[in-house]
């Protein structure tokens, strides 16, 4: 195997998970993004236990904040699964976390690679909209894209397929400080 299926460590990490409407703060947990599944470790600390879906409403890891949201054509949202809240202002910015595995031969022996495949998404006016580059950015914020296009000039801000979050990331905050 090359890398892991895990959201940044293969470590069980300390968070909080709030499962069937309770909150359980300081649990050894995993996050794996190629089964969408929560893993905690058990009490007797050396077996695990993967977590049922359906009972989690949220879980911390990371210092990152994962909500379930529901399918919903009607709000746009496609997808249920959990989803890393990296922005919550007016609009929110959500990251759908997934890591794909592709299976390769070298030498007769079979290689698993995994390969993070994240898709972002703004939430505003009860619609999500998924966005995968500056164009869509730009059509989304169409009523501020000329201020856009100037702090991302002054601050050097790119799109690329690998650092895609953190410009995504500012220029949501500043399209809610601008709109607020």
Do not use: W
Request: overall charge positive.
């Amino acid at each position: 195997m090359e890398g892991d299926p895990y959201f940044l460590t293969g470590d069980f990490t300390e968070g909080c998970v709030s499962y069937s409407g309770r909150k359980y703060d300081s649990v050894l947990l995993m996050f794996d993004l190629a089964r969408n599944q929560l893993v905690i470790l058990a009490p007797d600390k050396i077996s695990s236990i993967i977590l049922g879906n359906d009972l989690i409403d949220s879980f911390s890891l990371h210092g990152h904040h994962f909500v379930k949201l529901l399918q919903d054509y009607k709000q746009n949202l496609n997808n249920s699964g959990f989803y890393d809240l990296l922005y919550n202002g007016r609009i929110q910015l959500l990251a759908k976390r997934a890591k794909v595995i592709d299976e390769q031969i070298k030498d007769n022996v079979l290689i698993r690679i995994f390969s993070p495949k994240d898709r972002f998404y703004v939430h505003e006016d009860s619609l999500y909209y998924l966005v995968s580059n500056k164009k869509d950015v730009l059509h989304l914020f169409k009523d501020k894209a000329h201020d856009i296009k100037k702090y991302m000039r002054k601050h050097h801000l790119k799109f690329r397929r690998k650092n895609f979050e953190e410009p995504m990331l500012k220029v949501t905050e500043f399209y809610d400080q601008l709109t607020h």
